[in-house]
Nanobody, 114 residues
Framework: VQLQASGGGLVQAGGSLRLSCDYF????????LGWYRQAPGKQRDLVAR????????IYADSVKGRFTISRDNSKEVMYLQMDSLRPEDTATYFC????????WGRGTLVTVSS
């Protein structure tokens, strides 16, 4: 099962975006989920992860205080609210389980201009 991320785009530094990832018709409601990102020429890294019930969220140091991960299991959707965006946040963002499965869906490109 591949999860598809959406909501990326071009934004100026300091701006905001909200990414979405639906997990309809999967059993991922009982799994921890994560947002990951991959900048050109770099490895894919974990940005944030959230426990099945949504009570516990953990962030990479680089996004702590600026990004917020959340999920709505009734709608089977996970979100990543990204505020105070920086040019170094430019990357393709993916969603997957945490730990991730080997199957990656189509990511969504976030470009932050300076």
């Amino acid at each position: 099962v591949q999860l598809q991320a959406s909501g990326g785009g071009l934004v100026q530094a300091g701006g905001s975006l909200r990414l979405s990832c639906d997990y309809f018709r999967t059993n991922f409601g009982i799994s921890s989920l994560g947002w990951y990102r991959q900048a050109p020429g770099k490895q894919r890294d974990l940005v944030a992860r959230i426990a099945p019930a949504g009570a516990l969220a953990i962030y990479a140091d680089s996004v702590k205080g600026r990004f917020t991960i959340s999920r709505d299991n009734s709608k089977e959707v996970m979100y990543l609210q990204m505020d105070s965006l920086r040019p170094e946040d430019t990357a393709t963002y993916f969603c997957n389980k945490y730990p991730p499965s080997d199957s990656w869906g189509r990511g969504t490109l976030v470009t932050v201009s300076s």
